[in-house]
Nanobody, 117 residues
Framework: VQLVESGGGLVQAGGSLRLSCTAS????????LGWFRQAPGKEREFIAD????????HYADSVKSRFTISRDNARNMVYLQMNNLKPEDTAVYYC???????????WGQGTQVTVSS
């Protein structure tokens, strides 16, 4: 079972990025999928998750109204659209898969997002 993130990079404050995560090695269509992040010197924090049918989404207060999570079960993919990025959004972003929230069963390797001021 593998989760592979892509789409990270360097962006100026106010800009946008779209992260993608591909799940392989199993069918994740019944898993909740999500995103966490970890900034240097800080603990890993929850960002967003989405139910297996996509009907329920949850966001951290810090990203609500700026980030949008979505999924494509036919492609085993989950996305994180990040708008109006701020320097404090700089972190390594991790894709997750969960059979039952809030437990996380699988983690990706992470993709770096850097927002310059």
């Amino acid at each position: 079972v593998q989760l592979v993130e892509s789409g990270g990079g360097l962006v100026q404050a106010g800009g946008s990025l779209r992260l993608s995560c591909t799940a392989s090695g199993g069918s994740f269509s019944t898993f909740a999928l999500g995103w966490f992040r970890q900034a240097p010197g800080k603990e890993r924090e929850f960002i967003a998750d989405i139910s297996w049918k996509g009907g329920q989404k949850h966001y951290a207060d810090s990203v609500k109204s700026r980030f949008t999570i979505s999924r494509d079960n036919a492609r085993n993919m989950v996305y994180l659209q990040m708008n109006n990025l701020k320097p404090e959004d700089t972190a390594v972003y991790y894709c997750t898969a969960s059979e039952r929230l809030p437990d996380v069963d699988y983690w990706g390797q992470g993709t770096q997002v850097t927002v310059s001021s």
